[in-house]
Antibody, heavy 116, light 110 residues
């Protein structure tokens, strides 16, 4: 059974870079895309982007200039970096497995707060 | 990309059926049969309930069904149960090779 375990810094100051990592346990790593989704407090879900094992990425156009998603196939991990964060980036960030355009396995979420 | 349009809230009594709509454009919902629906309980990660418009993952109750007509997809829950009370989100693949979410619908079981 596939499990996703995610971690990263939970408190950032404005202008810093958000950095999160998600590790994949069980199942194939190379057969899927791996994505990031976020949810601001009390608001809806927003797709951030995704990557596959070969490093091919797709990003939300509204975040593309600040987002980098990378992959480490030797560790079955993928990571999210979001630069120049502001209070608007405060959210719960989820990693997830993408299979044929839907997200079937999710991490538990990491709360990231941006505050001076 | 603009978020798909969902009603902010719907409600129903136990045993009844409800339908949640999800409206997009020909560049997303109308252009591809890649609409999925997610259920999210407070403080929990979302769970996929329907994928590819009308397919149910293993383990999801057959009370949940999905359909699509033109640029609007729908999620129907029949035989409402208290445990169905949650937020529901639709997503669609888009012509830009991205995913776009709906704004979410809060389902209240009266």
């Amino acid at each position: 059974q596939v499990q996703l375990q995610q971690w990263g810094a939970g408190l950032l100051k404005p202008s810093e870079t958000l950095s999160l990592t998600c590790a994949v346990y069980g199942g194939s790593f190379s057969d899927y895309y791996w994505g990031w989704i976020r949810q601001p407090p009390g608001k809806g879900l927003e797709w951030i982007g995704e990557i596959n094992h070969s490093g091919s990425t797709n990003y939300n156009p509204s975040l593309k200039s600040r987002v980098t998603i990378s992959v480490d196939t030797s560790k079955n991990q993928f990571s999210l970096k979001l630069s120049s964060v502001t209070a608007a980036d405060t959210a719960v960030y989820y990693c997830a497995r993408a299979i044929l355009y839907h997200l079937d396995v999710w991490g538990k979420g990491t709360t990231v707060t941006v505050s001076s | 990309q603009s978020a798909l349009t969902q009603p902010a809230s719907v409600s129903g009594s136990p045993g009844q059926s409800i339908t949640i709509s999800c409206t997009g454009t020909s560049s997303d919902v109308g252009g591809y049969n890649y609409v999925s629906w997610y259920q999210q309980h407070p403080g929990k990660a979302p769970k996929v309930m329907i994928y590819d418009v009308s397919n149910r993952p293993s383990g999801v109750s057959n009370r949940f069904s999905g359909s699509k007509s033109g640029n609007t997809a729908s999620l129907t829950i029949s035989g409402l149960q208290a445990e169905d009370e949650a937020d529901y989100y639709c997503t669609s693949y888009t012509s830009s090779s991205t995913l776009v979410f709906g704004g979410g619908t809060k389902l209240t079981v009266l």
